[in-house]
T-cell receptor, first 113, second 112 residues
Framework: EAGVTQFPSHSVIEKGQTVTLRCDPI?????LYWYRRVMGKEIKFLLH????????ESGMPNNRFLAERTGGTYSTLKVQPAELEDSGVYFC???????????FGQGTRLTVV | TQLLEQSPQFLSIQEGENLTVYCNSS?????LQWYRQEPGEGPVLLVT???GGEVKKLKRLTFQFGDARKDSSLHITAAQPGDTGLYLC????????????WGLGTSLAVNP
């Protein structure tokens, strides 16, 4: 069974550009989470989907970030316009239930120059 | 200010040695998770502890949750090169165990 997959694995963009990150959760997992780790800082929660609904988006940094999960399958996280401080590794995780183990993808390393 | 402090930040030991890494907080958590992360990969859950004073063993790894549920430790016996990686602890609050508070991690290198 395929694990959580994220695309792209790396992205380098210029300040002001738009980037869209994609996460394909494990099939059948209703819960999908986005996290971010900025260099030198701890991993931080961004938001949580249950199927296509946003359960908790309290960790989203600002309105330049937009997450969607149309159809309750894969999710996208768009950053528009990107700023230098958005650089970091973005992780996606999924779980079948809210409790229990969440499985992480390999992450997308975003560099804004 | 870090809510979860992990120590040491870096640790380099020889194969066969024992080690303990720590995860401390002034906050009380309803659960605490330990993860291991390898370069280019996402964190992989090792264990979840939920009861104060709880001890869980996973082969050569022993995890303990403090009585007050503010701190935890991970002890590895007879470390092997395959144990090399970044060990992260993350605390969860009741009602939303996914909105985890993460530590910075302990980077462990086990040399043959």
């Amino acid at each position: 069974e395929a694990g959580v997959t994220q695309f792209p694995s790396h992205s380098v963009i210029e300040k002001g550009q738009t980037v869209t990150l994609r996460c394909d959760p494990i099939s059948g997992h209703d819960n999908l989470y986005w996290y971010r780790r900025v260099m030198g800082k701890e991993i931080k929660f961004l938001l949580h989907f249950v199927k296509e609904s946003k359960q908790d988006e309290s960790g989203m940094p600002n309105n330049r970030f937009l997450a969607e999960r149309t159809g309750g399958t894969y999710s996208t996280l768009k950053v528009q316009p990107a700023e230098l401080e958005d650089s970091g590794v973005y992780f996606c995780a999924s779980s079948p239930r809210q409790a229990g183990e969440a499985f992480f993808g390999q992450g997308t390393r975003l560099t804004v120059v | 200010t870090q809510l979860l402090e992990q120590s040491p930040q870096f640790l380099s030991i020889q194969e066969g040695e024992n080690l303990t890494v720590y995860c401390n907080s002034s906050s009380v958590f309803s659960s605490l998770q330990w993860y291991r992360q390898e370069p280019g990969e996402g964190p992989v859950l090792l264990v979840t502890v939920v009861t104060g004073g709880e001890v869980k063993k996973l082969k050569r790894l022993t995890f303990q949750f403090g009585d007050a549920r503010k701190d935890s430790s991970l002890h590895i016996t007879a470390a092997q090169p395959g144990d090399t990686g970044l060990y992260l602890c993350a605390g969860g609050y009741a009602g939303n165990n996914r909105k985890l508070i993460w530590g910075l991690g302990t980077s462990l290198a086990v040399n043959p």
